[in-house]
């Protein structure tokens, strides 16, 4: 059964930093593409990164790019979100994700490429 702990969730103002994991556990993790998601009140689930299992090939949100950084650490099970000069707009539950293929030469941005999902952490900046 595969399982995904996000942690690093928190209070933080204007500009702060944060940083997200996700431990995974019931897959051969590094044989998957992993994603961090978003979703704020009232709307619809928004794709934030993705990093494929080689950990070469990283893909962002036009929103994030260049302030947040993903990464992946094969040998402990767990990819990363640092969250840098964070804005109130990204406030959000956050949620980390596996790819429904082994070794999918793409990344993709869309949540129906992904099946497993954390419970979420939530990050709130204040301003």
């Known amino acids: 059964q595969v399982q995904l702990v996000e942690s690093g969730g928190g209070l933080v103002q204007t500009g702060g930093s944060l940083r997200l994991s996700c431990a995974a556990s019931?897959?051969?993790?590094?044989?998957?593409?992993m994603a961090w998601f978003r979703q704020a009140p009232g709307k619809e689930r928004e794709f934030v990164a993705a990093i494929q299992f080689t950990g070469v090939i990283t893909r962002y949100a036009d929103s994030v790019r260049g302030r947040f950084t993903i990464s992946r650490d094969n040998a402990k099970n767990t990819v990363y979100l640092q969250m840098n000069s964070l804005k109130p707009e990204d406030t959000a539950v956050y949620y980390c994700?596996?790819?429904?293929?082994?070794?999918?030469?793409?990344?993709?941005?869309?949540?129906?490429?992904?099946?497993?999902w954390g419970q979420g952490t939530q990050v709130t900046v204040s301003s």
């Open positions: 019931g897959r051969t993790f590094s044989s998957y593409t």
């Open positions: 994700a596996v790819d429904r293929y082994p070794g999918r030469p793409g990344v993709k941005s869309g949540v129906e490429s992904y099946d497993y």
